[in-house]
């Protein structure tokens, strides 16, 4: 079936006389090679599960829910709502909530799903263009907060994008790319033009793909995931002096100096410097 996604948005934004909210980061996506691509990027079969976040006029929706059995929408403008569900009345295989992303136990979501549906989902992904204020955060819960989600197809920023594929020694290379390259593979699927959507950001933006995969592993993730933060709080300093300003494990100086060194860490070096392996190392020697 094909979609002119272009004439409906506007068809939409004229009937129910509504703009893009920018408190809530709203771009309307409304290319549809793009939108072909990202459901190619997705490979998603009959039988997974999907998770859509902030579905908004329900431009990928409706590519999604010709492509599985079953979808969950989450929208957080209630102003969407009864779009949404004008826009999709002719498609009976998918829930659409009015909820913060942030606040639902995603996990206890699909398990409930399931029992509605009689169905065990082997394959859950997420397929969203984010609201780029809040992408990170969005990022860590998925990662973190459900065993359920495999995969993680997300349109976000080009420049965060290109943090989460950073490499050491790089401007870039952070936090968010040793905490997703814990937690995830990560891959950038294809570069999306701000002309793709109503009204046009003011930024380049990215489709990028995360694969859940744990391939590290250290005593502590608790430690670890102290260790970059503490690491990183202080970027330009040598990673001695940060961990020693933020107390990281209540070391003084010296057995932090001590601990580096345990690991052949130079102490003239910057966090930025310091791959996840040499980070994984540190843990595991605590």
Do not use: C, W
């Amino acid at each position: 079936m094909e979609i002119n996604t272009l004439n409906i948005t506007k068809k939409i934004m004229n009937k129910y006389n509504i703009k893009a909210n920018k408190k809530l980061g709203q771009n309307f996506l409304i290319d549809d090679n793009i939108l072909k691509n990202i459901i190619i990027s997705s490979n998603i079969a009959q039988n997974d599960l999907v998770i859509e976040i902030g579905p908004g006029l329900g431009n990928l929706s409706e590519y999604i829910l010709n492509n599985v059995n079953f979808a969950i929408l989450i929208e957080i403008d209630k102003n969407m709502e009864k779009i949404l569900n004008d826009r999709l009345k002719n498609y009976n295989n998918y829930l659409l909530l009015n909820d913060d992303i942030l606040k639902i136990n995603i996990d206890e979501l699909i398990e409930n799903i399931e029992i509605k549906n009689n169905k065990k989902y082997e394959n859950i992904k997420v397929v969203a263009n984010l609201p780029y204020y809040i992408t990170t955060p969005i990022i860590f819960k998925l990662l973190q907060d459900s065993k359920r989600i495999n995969e993680i197809i997300i349109m976000v920023q080009k420049e965060v994008a290109e943090r989460i594929i950073a490499k050491p020694k790089s401007k870039e290379y952070g936090i968010l790319t040793l905490m997703v390259d814990y937690l995830a593979d990560a891959n950038i699927e294809f570069i999306v033009p701000n002309s793709s959507f109503i009204p046009a950001p003011d930024v380049t933006s990215a489709v990028i793909k995360l694969t859940k995969n744990k391939k590290y592993k250290v005593n502590s993730e608790e430690i670890f995931f102290k260790l970059i933060h503490s690491a990183f709080a202080q970027r330009r300093k040598k990673i001695s002096n940060s961990l020693e300003s933020t107390n990281f494990m209540n070391m003084n100086k010296k057995e932090i100096e001590e601990l580096l060194i345990k690991n052949n860490v130079n102490l003239n070096a910057r966090a930025e410097e310091i791959d996840i392996n040499k980070y994984v190392e540190i843990v595991n020697s605590i």
